[in-house]
């Protein structure tokens, strides 16, 4: 599998594609094995569906899935990333950065004055905080309909117009 650095292409759309329902499916039961019910914010694929969000899938140059991430819009100046995956082949080799680096573009083209996101608190989520904090995002409140949970982590970035 190649490195992020060989080239990835992103795709908006493809939630048909049956590589990237098992990606989405393998990303809800890794949710759910970490976090108890009421405490899981992943979107099933129909959430991903929605107008307000805007899914990628991120592939190398022979077409191999390599990950997938969702930008959705919460208001005209406020987006929150969802649904960011690696597949396990690929982890550990920047496809988790390249994804965010992607949507923080879009965000930025958007006129988006910030990000954030809601990630978990178990030790599974701790590669995801490192990344994200590596880009910046900090620590913030419950936004748009998070609420204070043990098992949650909300996060954000505000944006300066400089690309990612």
């Known amino acids: 599998m190649p490195s992020a650095e060989d080239g990835i292409r992103f795709h908006a759309g493809e939630l048909g594609s049956a590589d990237v329902q098992a990606l989405l499916a393998a990303h809800l039961a890794g949710m ?13 694929l129909e959430g991903l569906r929605r107008a307000d969000v805007t899914f990628f899938s991120a592939r190398d140059a022979d077409g191999q899935l390599l990950g997938v991430g969702a930008l959705r819009e919460l208001d005209a100046g406020h987006g929150e990333i969802k649904s960011m995956r690696t597949v396990d082949e690929a982890r550990n080799r920047g ?16 006129g988006y ?9 178990p030790e599974g989520f701790a590669p995801a905080r490192r ?12 936004f748009a309909d998070y609420r204070e949970d043990p098992f949650s982590c909300c996060m954000t970035l505000e944006l300066d117009g400089t690309s990612a």
């Open 32 to 44: 759910h094995a970490q976090s108890p019910p009421g405490s899981v914010h992943a979107l099933p």
């Open 95 to 110: 496809v988790g950065a390249a994804m965010l680096g992607h949507l923080l573009r879009i965000a930025r083209e958007r």
């Open 113 to 121: 004055g910030r990000v954030s996101l809601e990630t978990g608190t």
């Open 131 to 142: 990344l994200y904090e590596r880009h910046g995002f900090t620590c913030c409140p419950p």
